[in-house]
């Protein structure tokens, strides 16, 4: 057990038996940014010993090699590989407040990441002879092409766990794996086959359309990148950096020379391997390199690839839209005119039915958070009545044929698709007290949207998205 001083922290905390720096820092709620996440591949974790240095062990080869490479003085030691053996007092090196906030990425949301080593499928596509067709087209055709087909292609690269980087121009750029997904590669491969599918689908209308020849072009690679959020504090966007990304982009471009549509590269063949169909293979030399490389022409996933992954079933959750969704349940589960209530971790959402339509709201009046719908079994007029009449108070608030949800507590109606408010309130009385509740005072105040969560029915499944 070793007591570390931490500079400009001006904290103290001890570290256990064989523990890194880097650990008991952070097991200590000190925000050492560690970009690798403690894997000696990034120095972000870099601390100057201004005392004790001469207690320290030597650096490991892990640590060595960074150091050498950056020309780091013996007094700079990486965190997650010095293990403290007496006590040390450091400085680390994140002293700004640009630093500070590019640290403090490890405390946000998933998809904000100061940077972490993962194994993933990278996807680049393209619309072959996309110039020629721009300048035969008006800028607003141009736009209402691209959109028109990136939204469908969107879609397939979510709905198989992909994450879309980014869309440059007439090319998309999306990532699988990112959080570590079964069969990331193999995903990677469907969605790819199915953005051919889009194309060849949009073909006939964009002919009519505008007399125009449309294809597409795909590249899929596979290694190891970085993946971390780039960009200025409130506008960063996760994105993967390494030399996979490059690869993966020449590998698309080189499908023009070899005449295909579909080409991956023998690291992600390697991991799909008798679980797709390969139509011919060719030997490159990707533009940049001078060495010659093997890629494959891809037709289609194997019957017993396609059963694999159709058993997964659907996943719990989704990227789509922009939006995190989660499945609910079956959308047969819930019949016309019916509603069910979903325990969550930390509230219950409604779901309810019109027709064909779903509507999934926040079970909670946005005025006092009172339960709009019971999860008990009560029966008509055990709640009692109103204060000073002979009408019962409701076990549920009502849904109207507007699309409108009235509130059982005070009357306030909230439209279901947007959560605005229509009638506010009601049922109190002018100076905003609530009848019978006087003692309280004016309760009118709280005006605020019903929560609504957007729907949607895929593959039979019902899914929402939350906040």
């Known amino acids: 057990m070793a007591k570390i001083n931490s500079l400009p922290d001006e904290a103290e905390f001890e570290t256990q038996e064989g523990e890194t720096l880097l650990s008991a820092a952070l097991r200590s709620g000190i925000a050492f940014a560690h970009a690798c996440g403690g894997r000696a591949r990034c120095s972000t974790c870099r601390v100057w010993v201004i005392d004790g240095l001469d207690t320290c062990p030597a650096r490991t080869d892990a640590e060595q090699a960074m150091a050498q490479r950056l020309g780091l003085s013996e007094e700079v030691r990486l965190a997650c590989q010095l293990r403290p053996q007496a006590e040390l007092c450091v400085r680390r ?16 949301a998933a998809t904000t990441r100061a940077g972490e080593t993962r194994e993933v499928a990278v996807l680049f596509s393209d619309i072959a002879g996309f110039t020629a067709i721009s300048e035969t087209l008006s800028p607003y055709d141009v736009m209402y092409l691209l959109n028109r087909f990136f939204v469908e292609i969107g879609d397939v690269v979510e709905r198989d766990g992909g994450y879309i980087d980014k869309f440059v121009g007439d090319g998309m750029m999306a990532i699988f794996g990112i959080d570590d997904q079964p ?4 995903r990677a491969i469907r969605a790819a086959l199915r953005i051919l599918d889009v194309a060849d689908r949009v073909k006939p209308f964009f002919h009519s359309m505008y007399g125009i020849e449309f ?21 960063e966007r996760l994105t993967a950096i390494g030399d996979i990304v490059n690869v993966a982009s020449r590998i698309e471009a080189a499908n023009k020379d070899a005449g295909t549509r579909f080409l991956i590269s023998e690291a992600l063949h390697a991991q799909v391997a008798g679980q797709v169909v390969i139509a011919d293979f060719v030997r490159v030399r990707l533009r940049g390199t001078s060495e010659r490389i093997t890629l494959y022409e891809v037709e289609a996933l194997e019957e017993s690839a396609s059963s694999l992954l159709d058993s997964d079933g659907p996943s ?3 990227l789509y839209a922009g939006k995190e969704w989660l499945r609910l349940m079956p959308a047969g589960e819930i019949a016309p005119g019916e509603r069910k209530i979903v325990a969550l971790d930390t509230y219950d959402v409604v779901v309810l039915r019109q ?3 779903f509507f999934a709201f926040n079970n909670a009046c946005p005025h006092l958070n009172l339960p709009l719908f019971e999860r008990r079994g009560l029966s008509e007029g055990d709640l009692g009545n109103y204060a000073g009449t002979d009408t019962p108070r409701p076990i549920n608030s009502v849904v109207t044929e507007e699309r409108g949800l009235v ?10 698709q947007t959560g605005e408010v229509r009638d506010w309130a009601t049922r109190l009385n002018e100076d905003g007290t609530s009848p019978g509740w006087d003692f ?3 309760i009118s105040k709280n005006r605020a949207k019903l929560r609504v969560y957007p729907c949607r029915v895929q593959d039979g499944q019902l899914w929402v998205a939350l906040d």
């Open 316 to 318: 719990a959750t989704m």
């Open 355 to 357: 027709g064909d339509e």
């Open 407 to 416: 509130c059982r507590w005070h009357n306030s109606c909230f439209d279901l």
């Open 93 to 108: 090196l994140v002293l700004d407040e640009t630093d500070l906030m590019m640290a403090s990425q490890l405390e946000r």
């Open 440 to 442: 309280l005072g004016d």
């Open 183 to 186: 069969r990331a590669p193999l």
């Open 215 to 235: 294809e597409i072009r795909v590249g899929l690679h596979y290694g190891e990148a970085v993946i971390g959020s780039i960009g200025s504090v409130g506008h």
